[in-house]
């Protein structure tokens, strides 16, 4: 009998060799019909305006080339993770390749939409960290669309862990979780107003397309009769009640499905691990080795009922759209001293309540002038356009209303101005509409910069800019005095100022 041969080892993950994986199958039951449904237009279109002609056959093709791509996509997608980076191929006839050194990975996100939960799928984004205004994923990005949570969770592991952990240490451990009482903060965060507002463009668009009057339709029609009939106070009021109760449940709405499962947890190895979402679940890392500091924002109808959020200022961080906005949340709109007691906690000092440096009556009179020169501008632009005949009288007429709600928004952003300097960091605080309170790294800063504009040096100030490489890349101290900011700005980062700021001895 002759002896069995000896079985030939596979290649260790992170070998030179390292085995190819490909992305589940169970995705090709469902990227077809997804397909299907983004093509509807083109086939319904085809179908019914092209009927019994050659445009028909043209949007049958492109129907079936798009289901197609999609299916040649989940069949030829490979990817693998050697010992110095992860490659991806994939394509048919058209062969991509991507290759990401792992030395450059800084984010790595797992984001599981509806349509990964029916099989227990999630799809992982591992990116570089650069910034990405534009839409879908950048070229310093890659995506694997359709693995196992099981599959998901080793590649996050590899590619952010890279601290020795040890294995007695509990497996995380709880720092936030969401309150269902802080829904209650949803109607203030605005951001239903901005889903109506696309809704009303949407609309609007495709009936000024297709030439339609809806106050022609039924029901528009009879409810505009009514609002004609009865008096125009009433009518406002009740479109103000109406709009409001609408902005109200979809803010609620979006809150739920973004945050019900909102958690904010601490990993053996230093990593944040953030977990957020109802339907579309989507888990993000934070390594405190990238982490810069936070921001405490409260927009002012939040501030009027006592919330804020916390969000990380930390590198690697995309600040993009769509997906990519809010991954470094540390905690939703909640009530303002818990978004504190986090700040604090994720930090490790309390830098959230600290007593804030005050900046001199000079800066006030700034703010007040700043705010109330731009409604004079604006009545201006109002008066001119009046005087040309564009617009009637009253819009500029009107604009100096605003004069009063000016001084108040003046005095308001001065009250809100304030600095110190607390252990490691640099904290400073700005803003009324948009407030944010921001404590960085002082270590972290890589530079310090001192402006000052004509204005300001007529009122013996100082802008001190922090740049940092995360975040916002800057945070401003705003008009503090002259020598106090010289001096913060030299106790911010020591030294860096001090050849400036010496006084040349005597010869």
Not at 423 to 431: C, E, I, K, N, Q
Not at 451 to 466: D, E, K, P
Request: with cysteine; net charge positive.
């Amino acid at each position: 009998m002759n002896a069995a041969a000896p079985s030939v080892p596979v290649a260790a993950e992170g070998a030179g060799d390292a085995p190819w994986h490909r992305l589940d199958r169970r995705m090709l039951l469902i990227r077809p019909v997804l397909d299907l449904v983004k093509s509807l237009p083109v086939l319904v279109g085809a179908l019914v305006l092209g009927h019994g002609n050659y445009w028909q056959w043209i949007g049958l093709a492109a129907t079936a080339v798009t289901i197609g791509v999609g299916i040649s996509h989940c069949l030829t997608s490979r990817y693998r993770v050697t010992a110095t980076q992860i490659e991806w191929h994939t394509g048919l006839l058209l062969r991509k390749q991507r290759a990401i050194p792992r030395d450059r990975i800084r984010t790595v996100d797992v984001l599981s939409e509806p349509k990964h939960r029916l099989f227990s799928l999630s799809a992982v984004r591992i990116g570089t960290g650069r910034h990405d205004h534009g839409k879908g994923p950048g070229k310093d990005q890659l995506v694997l669309d359709a693995v196992t949570r099981a599959e998901a969770q080793r590649l996050r592991t590899l590619f952010l862990h890279r601290k020795p952990v040890e294995t007695e240490a509990p497996p995380e451990s709880l720092v936030a979780e969401v309150d269902k009482r802080w829904v209650r903060y949803a109607p203030f965060t605005l951001s239903g107003i901005a889903v109506v507002a696309a809704i009303l463009g949407t609309v609007y668009h495709f009936a000024h397309e297709l030439h339609f009057d809806p106050t022609s339709f039924g029901p528009v029609r009879d409810l505009t009769a009514r609002a004609l009939e009865q008096p125009v106070w009433l009518t406002v009021v009740l479109a103000a009640a109406g709009l409001l109760v609408l902005v109200s449940v979809l803010s609620i709405g979006g809150y739920v499905l973004s945050f019900w499962n909102f958690r904010l947890t601490r990993e053996p190895g230093g990593t944040l691990h953030i977990r957020r979402g109802l339907i579309t679940t989507r888990s993000v890392s934070i390594e405190e080795d990238r982490l810069r500091g936070v921001e405490i924002k409260e927009p002012l109808p939040l501030r009027m009922v006592g919330g804020a959020k916390c969000v990380a200022v930390a590198a690697g961080l995309r600040e993009g759209k769509g997906a990519d906005r809010g991954g470094g949340l540390l905690l939703p709109p909640a009530p303002a001293a818990k978004a504190r007691e986090i700040a604090s906690e994720v930090l490790g000092e309390d830098v959230a309540n600290v007593p804030l440096v005050r900046h001199s009556r000079r800066a006030l009179t700034r703010r007040i002038t700043r705010a109330v020169f731009a409604v004079l501008a604006l009545s201006a632009a109002l008066f001119a356009l009046a005087w040309l005949e564009v617009l009637p009288e009253w819009p500029w007429q009107a604009a100096l209303v605003l004069l009063p709600f000016a001084v108040l928004v003046g005095v308001d952003r001065y009250r809100t101005l304030g600095h110190a300097i607390t252990g490691r960091y640099l904290v400073t605080r700005s803003g009324s509409l948009a407030r944010a309170t921001v404590a960085v790294q002082r270590d972290r800063l890589t530079g310090i910069v001192v402006r000052q504009s004509l204005f300001q040096r007529r009122a013996g100030l100082v802008t001190v800019i922090a740049p940092v490489a995360a975040g916002s890349g800057h945070y401003r101290v705003l008009d503090v005095e002259e020598g106090a900011g010289l001096a913060l700005a030299d106790t911010a980062v020591p030294g860096l100022l001090t050849p400036f700021l010496a006084v040349p001895g005597k010869a």
